[in-house]
């Protein structure tokens, strides 16, 4: 086991989508402060769904990142204030002692950083997902939109990714939910064929033909909207980021990009408390911990609002197909009608400024 300490201006713990994009985000934002100069990044909004594989979005992050700006294989295992300058001091499984000037958890849905802010526990609804990904070698001929298939209490989607690549999923109620996921994709394979052997047969086909290194079960956890209302999602200047602060069913299709979005509010609102940077023109620690605490409030406070309304409307699409209550169903319908526009896609337009 080694042991030492090490001193870092930020910390960012997990490797996900999030963590690499906040990463990215801040690294360019680094670039800004060592030019001196002005950064614009414009946004784009796209009128459709897009689907791309997980694995190729954080391996296009990835590449995108200084090699010394990533450290694998650390995990933190506890965090404190430290007490003479209240900074974060995090404890690492090897015994590494790393203080950092600004702390940022996107370790994702059991994130030792949102219980260390003492968050609430993640909720769960009754469904589990089998998700896929089949390959057809000569196209398949399928338009560039999502379907979804509903049948009961169960749930057929899938949307290509390119001409040849399909992703697809199937969400049913799962009766062993407390029992831990299984990993076998030969067992998955059976799983998912089982729940939908009365569906269409290009369904069937699809499922069937589909990578099995692809297969992954998941349980559907999410954070409550009243914890985001009433959660604490900063302390000091300590942060959370991704699913770590606003997990949420998969309904929306939102996840991963919601994520990004909160890199760049958050990079942005540090850049714009402290336009020369960490260093703040060789401040003390306290006016330094003041600026940082500033900018993370700012972006906790602009990040709300979105995340709240995507929760709630990921939520109440989970009870509605999930639900066994004749009532919560037509009330959670009845919800989504007024508040949201039942089917509009008017989530999929948020545009979360510059970076």
């Not at 996900?16 to 100069?37: D, F, M």
């Not at 090897?94 to 994130?111: E, F, Q």
């Not at 999410?222 to 300590?238: D, E, I």
């Not at 003390?284 to 602009?302: F, P, W």
Request: glycine share 8%.
């Amino acid at each position: 086991m080694r042991s030492g300490k090490e001193h870092h201006d930020v910390v960012i713990v997990g490797g996900g989508i999030c963590g690499l994009a906040t990463a990215l985000a801040l690294h360019r934002i680094q670039e800004v402060w060592h030019r001196k100069s002005a950064m614009q990044v414009k946004s784009t909004r796209i009128e459709e769904f897009r689907c791309l594989k997980r694995t190729d979005l954080i391996q296009a992050l990835f590449d995108n990142l200084p090699v010394d700006s990533v450290r694998l294989g650390c995990q933190i295992v506890a965090v404190e204030r430290d007490p003479s300058t209240s900074f974060p001091i995090l404890y690492v499984h090897d015994g590494i002692i790393i203080k950092a000037k600004v702390l940022i958890g996107c370790d994702g849905s059991n994130s030792v950083i949102s219980k260390s802010l003492g968050l609430g526990s993640l909720n769960s609804l009754p469904n589990c997902v089998i998700r896929g990904l089949t390959n057809y070698p000569n196209g398949h001929n399928l338009k560039s939109r999502f379907l979804r298939h509903l049948d009961g209490y169960m749930a057929f989607g899938r949307i290509p990714i390119d001409d040849n690549l399909v992703h697809w999923f199937v969400d049913w109620p799962y009766p062993n939910r407390d029992i831990d996921a299984p990993k076998d994709p030969k067992f998955l394979m059976e799983l998912a064929m089982q729940q939908i052997k009365d569906y269409p047969a290009e369904m069937i086909e699809m499922v069937k033909s589909s990578d099995p290194s692809s297969l992954n079960l998941t349980r559907i956890r999410y954070r409550s909207p009243w914890h985001l209302v009433f959660g604490n999602f900063r302390r000091g200047t300590m942060t959370v980021a991704g699913d770590a602060m606003h997990m949420m069913g998969p309904f929306l299709g939102q996840g991963g990009c919601v994520a990004m979005e909160d890199a760049v509010v958050l990079a942005r609102n540090l850049a714009q408390a402290m336009p020369m940077g960490l260093e703040g023109g060789r401040v003390g620690d306290g006016e330094l911990k003041k600026r940082i605490e500033t900018a993370l409030e700012n972006y906790v406070r602009e990040r709300k609002p979105r995340v709240l309304k995507l929760a709630m409307q990921s939520m109440l699409v989970g009870i509605l197909i999930s639900s066994s209550s004749k009532i919560k169903r037509l009330l959670s319908l009845a919800l989504l009608l007024v508040f949201f526009g039942g089917a509009s896609l008017s989530y999929t337009r948020y545009d979360c400024g510059p970076l």
